[in-house]
């Protein structure tokens, strides 16, 4: 599924390495079922605040905002369909 919404451009954002992506999965589980199935919302974010992050987390970033993202318009795209209250 194609992101309607990307980030800029203009910012490197590296790849991710495997041990924080698998740290990243296990606290968003956690929050999630601390959180009760709570819809999902789009992610708000700062071009010139990411500018001035580290590489290491540009990469966080980039992941975990994608993934929200995704699971934004997943969520919308059902609701349109009916699948959703």
Do not use: S
């Not at 309607?4 to 999630?32: S, W």
């Not at 980039?62 to 059902?78: H, L």
Request: net charge positive.
């Amino acid at each position: 599924m194609e992101l309607q919404h990307q980030l800029p451009k203009d910012i490197y954002f590296p790849e991710i390495d495997e041990a924080t992506r698998q740290m990243i999965d296990a606290t968003d589980a956690q929050a999630r079922r601390a959180q009760g199935g709570k819809p999902p919302a789009p992610m708000a974010f700062n071009a010139e605040a990411i500018r001035t992050l580290p590489p290491a987390a540009r990469a966080a970033f980039r992941y975990i905002w994608e993934r929200e993202q995704r699971r934004y318009e997943e969520y919308v795209q059902r609701r349109r369909a009916g699948a959703v209250n």
